[in-house]
C-alpha cells in the first residue's frame, strides 16, 4: 500500500456534485501530476460534510483544513501554494466569525455549525471514501458484525438493541428491538428484511447522505438485523431518483461479497445473508411499508390494511422487518460500543441523536446531526446561523407532509419524539423547513396539500378525495374567495380524514393544515375578511402600482416587465402599470432602484 | 474473510490510509515548504519522514508550512507536542530527519545537535 503525505477530501455526495465536485476531483489529480506529487498526495471523493450551503468542499489531511465553495479554477491554486509549498490559501478557508472578538476562528471542530453536533450515523461521512470498503474496515466496519456473528446470540443482539433506547428514524419512532422482536417470535425459517430508502418528504437529504456517504455502514446494520430476526435474505428499497446512491450500494454490496461479509457462511458461522437493491419509481407513499412490500413484490405500490402486520405478514407473505437507513446506520454502533454508551445520549424516552436536513430560509442549509434534548433554537440560530437577509422567523416545519409548523413560542423544545408531538408537530424523518416573515402560512399549507393530492395513491376515498376538497378550499382563500365557515368546514373534515384514511399517508396528510390552523389562523383571517396576504405571496391577492412621487421616469420597469403592462415615456411621463395585463410577477419591484414600485 | 482476526489484521493494515484523518497524535512534525525550503532540499526531507513514520508507526503527524522564517537555516523541521512546545531543527537532511524521528518522536529525546540553538551557538551568535 502507498503512503501518502497528504489526503485531498472532496465531497462527492449530490449537493457538491452538482456544483461540479467531480470536475474538481478531476482538477487535483491533473494538477497534481503537474506539480509531480501524485505519488505523495492522494485525492479522496468523499461522502457529505453536512455544510451544503458553502459547498462544494475540499477538506485536506492532516492539516485539518476545510476549503468552501471551490471552484475548478481553484485547484491549482491550492495546489501550488498548499500543497507544494505549504501555505494554507486563507481566501478559500471555510471560517466562521466570533461573534463577540470578530476574530476568524479557522479551526474546524470550533466553528459553530460544527460545534454542537455529534456524529454517530454519520460519523464517517466526509471522512472515508465510501467506495472503498478497506476505508469502512478501518473505521472499525463490519467489527460490530463480527462480534454480533461469533459472540452473541440472536436475543442478545435484540436485548442489546432494546436496551439502547433505539426508536424508528423514519418518524413513527417505534422502539427498534420490539420490531425485531415480534418479527425473531414468528415460526418459520423464511424471513426477511428490508431496508427503506424511499426518502421522499420534500426538503428531506438526510438517508440520501448516509447511503451516498456511508453504504456499508447499512449493509452491516441489515446484517446485523438479518441474525437477529432469523432472515437471509434482504431488500434495500430505494429510489431511482437516487442515481449517486444507487451506485455506492451496488459497489458496496459487491465489495462486502468479495471479501464475504456477504453471502454463504460469514465469519465462518453458518451465517448466511443476501441483499438485494429494489429500485423505487418515486411515489411518495412507497414509502408507507405495506405498499413499500407490494412494490418489491411488482405489485402496484398501494397499501393494505394493518393488522397484519409485515412482522407475521411481509414481503411474499412471510415475516418481514422493515427499518430505515438512519435507524440501520446507528445499529453497528449500538453493537460496538454498547446499548449503555447509546442510552446516556438522549433525552428519557428518545436516545441516540437524530439527523436533520435543514432548509428554506437558513443561513447554513445542509445536514446536521445532533444529540436528541437538543432544542430548535440550538439547530436554528447557533448551527444554522438563523434567517438570512435580517428576515424575522416565523416558523420551522418539522414531520413534511405529515408533520406541522412550530414557532417561536416552542423554539426552546429539547427535541424528541414526544415533545414535538406534544406542541403539535412530529420527529418525521428529520426534514427541517424554515420559513420568515416572507412565507405565507396558507400559502405553505396549498403547498403540502397539493403535494399530498399528487401522491394520494387513491385507494381510500378519505385519503383521494378528502385531501382534493380540502385543496379546493385552500386554493379559495388564497384566491380572496374564501369564507369563514371553510375554516370550520377544513377543520372538521381534516378530523375526519385523520379517523377514516387507510395508511399513514392519509392519517397525517391534514397536520399542515391543523397546524398553520392553529398557529396562524390570524393569517386565514386576513385572507378571507381583509382579501389580503400579509406575506406578500398569494398573486390573487396582491396589486402592484408605481408611486408617481417617486418615479424617476427611467423606464426600468417597463423594459422589464415580461408582459409590457407598464406604460410611460422615458424622461419626460411618469410610468403607470395596467393591473388588468399585470401578471404579478414582481420584476417591476425588484428592477427598479428607487423604490417606487408598491405593493398591496 | 473467514474469522475476527481476518478483520482485525485487514483493519490493521487499512487504518495507514485514513489515521492522518483522525488526528490525535502525539506530535506535530511540521516541515517548512516554501520557495526557500524546497529550494534548500526540504522536499526529500518531507519525503523521508512520511516514509519513515509510516513504516514505523511513529506517533505524530507529519505536514507542512510555508516561510518559517529563518531562511538561512533551511530546511527547517519543527516539532509540536501536544501542548504545542516547540522544537525547531535546522539545516535538516533525510538522514538527520530519520534520527529525529527515531529519537525525538520514538524515544522522546531532543536531538540537541540538530536545534536552532545549537546552530546558534555555534555561530557564535548566542
Redesign the interface.
Known amino acids: 500500500?502507498p503512503?501518502?503525505?497528504?489526503?485531498i477530501?472532496v465531497c462527492a455526495g449530490t449537493g457538491c456534485s452538482a456544483s461540479n465536485s467531480s470536475g474538481i476531483y478531476d482538477a487535483f489529480n491533473e494538477s497534481l501530476k503537474k506539480y509531480g506529487l501524485d505519488q505523495?498526495v492522494c485525492v479522496i471523493k468523499t461522502g457529505c460534510f453536512g455544510l451544503c450551503q458553502k459547498g462544494p468542499i475540499v477538506a485536506i489531511?492532516?492539516?485539518?483544513v476545510f476549503y468552501c465553495h471551490v471552484k475548478v479554477d481553484d485547484v491549482e491554486k491550492i495546489v501550488s501554494e498548499h500543497i507544494?509549498?505549504?501555505?494554507?490559501v486563507k481566501e478559500l478557508q471555510l471560517s466562521d466569525e466570533d461573534l463577540l472578538t470578530h476574530e476568524k476562528i479557522l479551526d474546524i471542530n470550533k466553528i459553530k455549525f460544527y460545534e454542537k453536533q455529534q456524529r454517530i450515523a454519520l460519523r464517517n461521512c466526509g471522512?472515508?471514501n465510501p467506495e472503498?470498503i478497506?476505508?469502512y474496515?478501518?473505521?472499525?466496519g463490519?467489527?460490530a458484525l463480527?462480534?454480533a456473528l461469533?459472540t452473541m446470540t440472536p436475543q442478545q443482539v435484540i436485548d442489546e438493541v432494546k436496551a439502547s433506547g433505539l426508536r424508528g428514524r423514519g418518524g413513527a419512532g417505534f422502539s427498534t428491538g420490539m420490531k425485531w422482536q415480534f418479527e425473531a417470535d414468528q415460526p418459520g425459517d423464511e424471513k426477511y428484511v428490508i431496508c427503506n430508502a424511499d426518502e421522499g418528504d420534500p426538503g428531506a437529504f438526510m438517508d440520501r447522505s448516509l447511503l451516498e456517504g456511508d453504504p456499508h455502514a447499512i449493509l452491516e446494520g441489515m446484517a446485523i438485523m438479518a441474525y437477529a430476526v432469523g432472515a437471509h435474505q434482504g431488500y434495500i428499497y430505494i429510489r431511482a431518483e437516487y442515481p449517486i446512491a444507487v451506485q455506492r450500494l451496488q459497489i458496496a454490496i459487491d465489495q462486502a461479497h468479495k471479501?464475504?461479509?456477504l453471502g454463504k457462511n460469514i465469519?465462518?458461522t453458518g451465517f448466511d445473508f443476501d441483499i438485494e437493491l429494489r429500485l423505487g419509481a418515486g411515489a411518495f407513499v412507497c414509502g408507507e411499508e405495506t405498499a413499500l412490500i407490494s412494490s418489491i413484490e411488482g405489485k402496484r405500490g398501494m397499501p393494505n390494511p394493518k393488522p397484519p402486520f409485515p412482522a407475521a405478514h411481509g414481503v411474499w407473505g412471510k415475516p418481514t422487518s422493515i427499518n430505515n437507513v438512519e435507524t440501520l446506520g446507528n445499529v453497528a454502533q449500538i453493537i460496538n460500543q454498547g446499548s449503555a454508551w447509546y442510552s446516556s445520549i438522549g433525552t428519557e424516552k428518545s436516545k441516540g441523536t437524530k439527523v436533520f436536513a435543514l432548509g428554506g430560509k437558513i443561513k447554513n442549509t445542509g445536514l446536521v446531526e445532533i444529540p436528541m434534548g437538543t432544542t430548535l433554537r440550538e439547530i436554528i440560530y447557533d448551527i444554522g446561523g438563523g434567517c438570512p437577509n435580517n428576515k424575522e422567523f416565523k416558523a420551522v416545519q418539522t414531520g413534511g407532509p405529515s408533520g406541522g409548523c412550530l414557532t417561536e413560542k416552542e423554539l426552546d423544545t429539547p427535541i424528541d419524539y414526544d415533545n414535538l408531538i406534544a406542541a403539535g408537530s412530529m420527529m418525521g424523518s428529520g426534514g427541517m423547513i424554515v420559513m420568515d416573515e416572507d412565507n405565507c402560512m396558507v400559502d405553505v399549507a396549498k403547498f403540502y396539500m397539493e403535494f399530498i393530492c399528487d401522491e394520494s395513491c387513491g385507494k381510500c376515498t378519505p385519503c383521494r378525495v378528502g385531501t382534493k376538497r380540502l385543496l379546493e378550499m385552500l386554493t379559495k382563500i388564497t384566491e380572496g374567495e374564501g369564507t369563514m365557515e371553510m375554516l370550520d368546514e377544513m377543520e372538521k373534515l381534516c378530523y375526519e380524514i385523520k379517523d377514516t384514511a387507510l395508511c399513514g399517508l392519509g392519517q397525517t396528510a391534514p397536520n399542515p393544515i391543523l397546524s398553520t390552523l392553529h398557529h396562524f389562523r390570524d393569517e386565514y383571517i386576513a385572507h378571507i375578511k381583509d382579501k389580503k396576504c400579509p406575506a406578500g405571496v398569494c398573486k390573487h391577492l396582491l396589486t402592484y402600482s408605481i408611486n408617481p412621487d417617486k418615479c424617476r421616469k427611467c423606464s426600468m420597469c417597463a423594459r422589464n416587465c415580461p408582459v409590457d403592462a407598464i406604460s410611460g415615456v422615458a424622461g419626460k411621463e411618469v410610468f403607470k402599470i395596467d393591473t388588468d395585463k399585470c401578471i404579478k410577477c414582481g420584476t417591476c419591484m425588484s428592477s427598479c432602484r428607487f423604490g417606487a414600485v408598491e405593493r398591496h | 474473510?473467514?474469522?475476527?482476526d481476518d478483520?482485525k489484521k485487514?483493519?490493521d493494515?487499512?487504518?495507514?490510509?485514513?489515521?492522518?484523518?483522525e488526528?490525535g497524535k502525539e506530535y506535530r512534525v511540521v516541515?517548512?515548504?516554501?520557495?526557500s525550503?524546497?529550494a534548500a532540499g526540504a522536499r526529500p526531507v518531507?519525503?523521508q519522514l512520511?516514509?519513515e513514520a509510516?513504516?514505523n508507526n511513529y506517533n505524530c503527524?507529519?505536514?507542512?508550512?510555508?516561510?518559517i522564517g529563518l531562511n538561512s537555516y533551511e530546511p527547517i523541521v519543527q516539532v509540536f507536542d501536544k501542548d504545542n512546545n516547540q522544537v525547531t531543527y535546522v539545516h535538516v537532511d533525510p538522514e538527520k530527519a530519520s534520527r529525529i524521528l527515531k529519537e525525538h518522536i520514538g524515544e522522546g529525546k531532543i536531538v540537541e545537535e540538530y536545534t536552532v540553538d545549537a546552530a546558534e551557538k555555534a555561530n557564535g551568535k548566542l
Open positions: 500500500m503512503t501518502y503525505r497528504t489526503n477530501l505523495e489531511y492532516p492539516d485539518e507544494y509549498k505549504g501555505r494554507v471522512k472515508i472503498d478497506d476505508e474496515i478501518a473505521m472499525d463490519y467489527a463480527g462480534k461469533t471479501y464475504g461479509l465469519f465462518n | 474473510m473467514k474469522s475476527l478483520l485487514l483493519r493494515e487499512a487504518l495507514k490510509k485514513v489515521e492522518m484523518r488526528g516541515v517548512g515548504m516554501a520557495t525550503g524546497i518531507l519525503n512520511v516514509k509510516a513504516e503527524v507529519i505536514t507542512q508550512t510555508g516561510d
